[in-house]
């Protein structure tokens, strides 16, 4: 009979293009991973791989198992699944993916009622943007991801995951209170379309969304910083050195040097999702953090979903 393990090694090396790659994201050592490959084969008598360069690819036979067996894998997910929904017990282990304001304004909160619930239920956290995270669920190296999208930009959800709204963010423009803006209160993008800001990294979804709320300004915003941190933006907007737009979830206390601002028309938005895989649709522990973060977001600064 063929080995499940086998199969997801098999599956990892596919999506991720090396034994190497597939060990780092299964937490397996390579000899780890290349002894289910040389099983898989044993069982199936015919090679999954081969050499391609300094790397290596799969075999026709090899594509074919990893294929069937993904559907395998999710058959046996969706089961297991099924059979603890039967017990509605609460338990076990979740592996969860989130977005750095996330970590902080959601996740942290959830683990202290997670543990004021009494619940027997360990919840590791890895900290990814939204795109990432979702390939993670989708691969099934996490059971579960918090990500977010701004305004009518798309994220990549695949067809075996699913997603239910947690709320709704709204972000504001930060600037230096000296700033001839910073008595405002409210700016407009064609206000903003000469200020300099610094910005989350090229590509990401808020960087993406930011650009996109100066097109009918005529311009674009003038970004000359680039910084995945939020307290490097907030260090920047306190010494004068640039705006900066930024979510309210999880913003950490602001210096009294640094002046906020809400934004309208259009008033930045994003949506806070959870996604989970299809295959684990029952299982009780996906449904109690889904219902956890939709019960505690209105505290925390989201608006309920629409």
């Known amino acids: 009979m063929i080995d499940l393990v086998a199969l997801q090694a098999l599956g990892a090396v596919q999506a991720h293009g090396s034994v190497v790659a597939a060990a780092d994201a299964l937490g397996f050592t390579p000899s780890a991973v290349s002894q289910q490959l040389k099983k898989l084969e044993r069982q199936t008598g015919t090679p999954v791989l081969e050499r391609y360069g300094r790397g290596v690819l799969l075999t026709d036979h090899g594509r074919r198992l990893a294929t069937r067996g993904a559907d395998l894998l999710a058959s046996m997910e969706a089961l297991e699944s099924d059979l603890d929904a039967a017990g509605a017990r609460v338990e076990g282990r ?6 750095s304001t996330a970590v902080r304004g959601l996740v942290a909160p959830m683990l ?16 990814q943007d939204p795109v990432e995270s979702l390939a993670l ?9 918090l990500v977010h999208t701004w305004g009518d930009t798309v994220l990549p959800i695949a067809d075996h995951l699913q997603t239910r709204v947690i709320g709704s963010d709204v972000a504001d423009v930060l600037v230096p209170v000296g700033h001839p803006l910073a008595s405002r209160g409210q700016v407009t993008p064609q206000d903003l379309v000469h200020e300099v800001f610094a910005c989350a990294p090229a590509g990401s979804v808020c960087h993406q969304w930011m650009s996109r709320m100066f097109v009918h300004t005529g311009g674009s915003p003038r970004i000359a910083f680039w910084a995945a941190e939020f307290s490097s933006h907030i260090a920047l907007v306190e010494h004068g050195a640039a705006v900066s737009l930024m979510p309210r979830l999880g913003r950490q206390l602001l210096p009294p040097g640094v002046a906020v601002l809400a934004v309208a028309d259009p008033v930045p938005t994003r949506t806070v999702s959870i996604a989970w895989r299809r295959s684990m649709s029952s299982s009780p522990n996906i449904a109690y953090l889904r219902d956890l973060l939709v019960e505690i977001a209105p505290g925390l600064g989201l608006d309920p979903p629409a």
């Open 94 to 99: 979740v592996r969860l993916a989130a977005f």
């Open 112 to 127: 202290a009622r997670v543990r004021a619930d009494g619940v027997d239920l360990d919840v590791s956290v890895v900290e």
């Open 137 to 145: 669920v989708a691969a099934g190296q996490v059971e579960a991801a």
